[in-house]
Every structure is written in structure tokens, then in C-alpha cells.
């Protein structure tokens, strides 16, 4: 019988997936955990994963992944709550209460392709072009064009703003907060209607719930970063909401009917947004945003991706570029598995962005062999001794 199909997790008794869940993550309990209990949320709900687990931490992280990052700010915040338009939770509440979410190494950042997967069959075609006609929409709607820079210009960076060859800081973030609000409802959606699905149908759910909760926080977790750059206006903030209205209730209802085409267009989407980073990325680096040459990563980003203290806003892009890849690679992979019996293969661990940057997905076969690997891991937790 298939590996992927009813959860060989199933069979293992709670006890003992949970042992052996400890032996696969000990060395990173032992690295991360013990030396920094601070951080024992993310590490924690980390020790589903095993490489992923071990490279993150740069010790000069400050802790509070969402407490602490409106230091940013100068709002005061006291007791329980504050009126801070972006965070309620007050400057002396510490502590990290994230997701489970992959940390990445300086070479695994500069691991990431842009890549683009051809449409195979009909659903795929209609998810692909859904999302070209969604991006020429916001394209267009926002002004944005891919104009490119006429060899040897002579241009100034003024000229090249004026002439629509470069965006502007302000552009940018616009694009990017927009983007990041939208990015974030379908992993939600997905988990909702699983979870829904696992209650009405009285059946387990085969590990999809929690990689599809971990894909919306971490997308929320990527507008708040960019939040403390910049306080949008009413008229920005009716757009979400107008955006939000319409595009949540119609992946919900498009999730019931086809969820791997749902699948499938997230892992388009996925595609555009590491093309949008990588592009950003390039500006940055060509000096063509300047305010953002030597900004300093915001603490909320220091503290989620746990980056150096005198970590970069290009660091924090090259983190979210490698996220992005992450949402690609999951989802495309996701789309080529049966949803109502396979498990999913990103349940226990992820590979790493050597392989996930390069990669558009697993098939359905890499897929089972992905969880027959992960199945050996359980198991040799489970014979090893100390794990007894
Ligand atoms: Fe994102
Ligand atoms: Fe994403």
C-alpha cells in the first residue's frame, strides 16, 4: 500500500510518534532550546522539522517575534494593551507565540531560482492563467511596469523614475504590503476547510492542517515586518478590506470544489511573488533604492528570521524571497498529491532551499519517497535507545 496514502503516522501510537518526534529534533533541542529558552515557541513547534531546525540562530537575536518589534516606534504602550495602530501588545510583554517556520542560511538565501512551471492540464491552465490575469490586473490598477532600462542609458536615477523604469521606496512598499495582504488568506482558507472537513467527515486529516496554518502566518508575519515601514492610508486600508471581501470568499468556495487547482494557483502565485522579491532585491543592490541601501532589518525581522543584530532591509528581502519559494514549492507539491488520502509529505520536516529554491515541487512519487525517508527517521528514533 502506499506510503502516502491513509498516514503510516497514523499507525504510531501518540507515546511513541512523540518520542520518536524528540529523537528526530535532539540535536536541535540540545543547540537551541536548552541555550536559549527564550526562543522556546518557534523551537519547540520546530521540532517537526530536522535540517531545517538546526542552522537558524544568530544568538544576537533579540527575543518577541511580535511582542517586541514596535520598538520600531516610539508609541507607549502599558498593562494588557496599547492604541498602537499596528500591535496591541505592550513594549515590556516578551516572547515568541509563532508557527513553526524555516530559518534560513546566508548560502541557502542566495539559493533561490525563479521559476516557472508549465501548465499540464486543463485546471492547471485555468489556475495559471488566473493568476496572469490577476497580475496584469494589479499591474495595471497600481501603475506598475516592467519597462526595462535601454542599454547604456545614461539616465539619472530621477530620470528613471520619471521614465517608469524604477519604482520608487514608496512604490515598492505599496506593492509589496498589498501583495502580502492577499498572500495570506489561502493558507487560512485551506486549513479551515480541512478542519472543517476532518470534523464533518469524523476522519484525520493527514498532516496538511498545520503546514497550510504555518503558510498564512507566515505571510502575515511578512505584512507585519513591512507594516513598520510604513502606515498605509484609509484609502489603501479600504482597498484590503474591499480585496480581502472578495478574494477570501472566492477561494473558499473554489477550494471546495477543486482544491488542487487551488493548490496549483497559490504555487502560480507563489511563482510571481519570488519574481517580485527578486526584482526588488536587484534594486536594492544596483543602488536604485537608495533610502533602502543601508536600512536596518526591522526587530520583528530580526527576531522571526533570526538574523544578525546589524542585519540589512535587503537581509529581511532575501528572507522573505527564500519564504516565497518555500509557499512555491509547497503548494506545487501539494497539487500533485491527492488531497482526500495522500499525507502530506511536509507534515515532519521540509527539505532545504538548495532544494526548494530550485525545485518547482515534488511529483506524487518524489513525494512518497520523501515520506518514506521521514518514516525511517521516526523509526530509528524510536529503536534508539536514549529515546526509551
Ligand atoms: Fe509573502
Ligand atoms: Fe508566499
Request: with cysteine.
Amino acid at each position: 500500500m502506499s506510503l502516502l496514502v491513509k498516514a503510516t503516522l497514523i499507525r504510531a501510537t501518540p507515546s511513541s510518534r512523540l518520542a520518536a518526534l524528540h529523537r528526530v529534533s535532539s540535536v536541535f533541542i540540545t543547540e537551541n532550546t536548552l541555550l536559549r529558552p527564550h526562543a522556546s515557541l518557534i523551537h519547540t513547534n520546530g521540532s517537526q522539522s530536522n535540517s531545517l531546525t538546526r542552522k537558524h540562530v544568530h544568538e544576537e537575536s533579540a527575543s518577541g517575534t511580535e511582542g517586541r518589534h514596535r520598538e520600531d516606534s516610539s508609541s507607549t504602550k502599558q498593562g494588557l494593551t496599547s492604541s498602537d495602530g499596528v500591535s496591541t501588545v505592550p513594549a515590556d510583554v516578551h516572547g515568541d507565540w509563532v508557527l513553526f517556520h524555516p530559518v534560513y542560511s546566508s548560502d541557502e538565501l542566495k539559493a533561490v531560482e525563479v521559476l516557472h512551471r508549465d501548465a499540464k492540464t486543463i485546471s492547471d491552465k485555468i489556475a495559471c492563467n488566473l493568476v496572469k490575469l490577476m497580475r496584469w490586473g494589479f499591474d495595471f490598477v497600481s501603475g506598475y511596469k516592467h519597462k526595462s532600462i535601454p542599454p547604456n542609458s545614461s539616465m539619472t536615477l530621477e530620470e528613471l523614475k520619471q521614465g517608469g523604469y524604477v519604482l520608487t521606496e514608496k512604490a515598492w512598499l505599496s506593492r509589496i504590503l498589498f501583495l502580502e495582504t492577499v498572500a495570506g488568506v489561502p493558507g487560512m482558507v485551506a486549513a479551515v476547510l480541512r478542519h472543517l472537513g476532518s470534523l464533518r467527515l469524523m476522519r484525520r486529516d493527514s498532516g496538511w492542517i498545520h503546514t497550510l496554518l504555518q503558510e498564512a502566518e507566515n505571510e502575515r508575519m511578512h505584512l507585519m515586518t513591512f507594516m513598520t515601514l510604513r502606515q498605509p492610508t484609509w484609502l489603501f486600508r479600504g482597498l484590503v478590506l474591499g480585496a480581502q471581501g472578495v478574494f477570501y470568499n472566492l477561494f473558499f468556495l473554489s477550494y471546495l470544489i477543486s482544491p488542487r487547482t487551488c493548490h496549483r494557483f497559490v504555487g502560480h502565485l507563489e511563482e510571481e511573488a519570488v519574481l517580485t522579491y527578486t526584482r526588488c532585491i536587484q534594486e536594492i543592490e544596483s543602488g536604485r533604492l537608495p533610502e533602502w541601501t543601508d536600512m536596518p532589518a526591522p526587530e520583528i525581522a530580526k527576531d522571526y528570521w533570526r538574523l544578525e543584530s546589524n542585519a540589512k532591509l535587503l537581509d529581511v528581502m532575501y528572507a522573505v524571497r527564500s519564504d516565497e519559494s518555500t509557499h512555491r514549492f509547497v503548494n506545487h507539491s501539494l497539487a500533485n498529491l491527492n488531497p482526500k488520502t495522500d499525507v502530506n509529505p511536509f507534515a515532519f520536516r521540509e527539505p532545504d532551499m538548495h532544494v526548494k529554491g530550485k525545485k518547482l515541487g515534488f511529483e506524487r512519487n518524489e513525494a512518497e519517497k520523501y515520506v518514506q525517508e521521514s518514516h525511517k527517521l521516526l523509526q530509528q528514533g524510536r529503536v534508539d535507545p536514549e529515546s526509551k
